[in-house]
């Protein structure tokens, strides 16, 4: 079967660091993405992984660890407008352009 | 056009009637996705078209929801009987295929909501 886990929901100040955590299980893989999804809007893509390791891009990076089925997303320097449910997702077969299977959504709200 | 474009945006039926909802993807994209997402949830993968394969319907809940790409481009979702636990925004995506990193555009949905 297919399972990706995330936590349902995360609180943070503006300024701070966060790190949001992704667990799978699937019968294959092929690649691991980050979308963000701000409230009543369509999912936009964050970061792409598909070797072991850490991505940057900016205020965030996302890092890949396919022998443990686990990666995170990692927020720097919050800010307010990083409000939004932030979705892991999982390509589980070699072909390319196959669906993607998303997890729940972890929602993360940040204060002032 | 632009972006993936969606219509309706919102959607009210009564349960038993059916729906179709219009999807019309990024020029060029030969991937083409639907996922419905229901409040509070993650989205959930209904059907996938890629070129002029057959597409994968593995995700459609049942033999009420079915879909079509007619040219490669417009796609149709169409749910017959609605019943009130189809109520969700339904989500359509599209993307270039071919490659393991390929980013799914989406568009912003169409709100279905069955009394």
């Known amino acids: 079967g297919q399972n990706i886990d995330q936590p349902t929901e995360m609180t943070a100040t503006e300024g701070a660091i966060v790190q949001i955590n992704c667990t799978y299980q699937?019968?294959?893989?092929?690649?691991l993405f980050w979308y963000q999804q701000h409230a009543g809007e369509a999912p936009t893509f964050l970061s792409y992984?598909?070797?072991?390791g850490l991505e940057e891009k900016g205020r965030f990076s996302s890092f890949l660890s396919r022998s443990k089925g686990y990666s995170y997303l990692l927020l720097k320097e919050l800010q307010m407008k990083d409000s939004a449910s932030y979705l892991c997702?999982?390509?589980?077969?070699?072909?390319?352009?196959?669906?993607?299977?998303f997890g729940k959504g972890t929602t993360l709200s940040v204060s002032s | 056009g632009a972006g993936v474009s969606q219509s309706p945006s919102n959607k009210v039926t009564e349960k038993g009637k059916d729906v179709e909802l219009r999807c019309d993807p990024i020029?060029?994209?030969?991937?083409l996705y639907w996922y419905r997402q229901s409040l509070g949830q993650g989205l959930e993968f209904l059907i996938y078209?890629?070129?002029?394969?057959?597409?994968?319907k593995s995700g459609l809940p049942s033999d009420r929801f079915s879909a079509e790409r007619t040219g490669g481009s417009v796609s149709t979702l169409t749910i017959q009987r609605t019943q009130q636990e189809d109520s969700a925004v339904y989500l359509c995506?599209?993307?270039?295929?071919?490659?393991?990193?390929?980013?799914?555009?989406f568009g912003s949905g169409t709100q279905l909501s069955v009394l």
């Open positions: 992984n598909v070797l072991d």
């Open positions: 699937t019968s294959g893989f092929n690649g």
């Open positions: 995506a599209s993307s270039l295929a071919g490659q393991g990193g390929e980013k799914l555009f």
């Open positions: 020029s060029g994209h030969t991937a």
């Open positions: 078209f890629q070129g002029n394969s057959a597409p994968d």
């Open positions: 997702a999982v390509r589980d077969r070699w072909q390319a352009g196959t669906a993607l299977i």
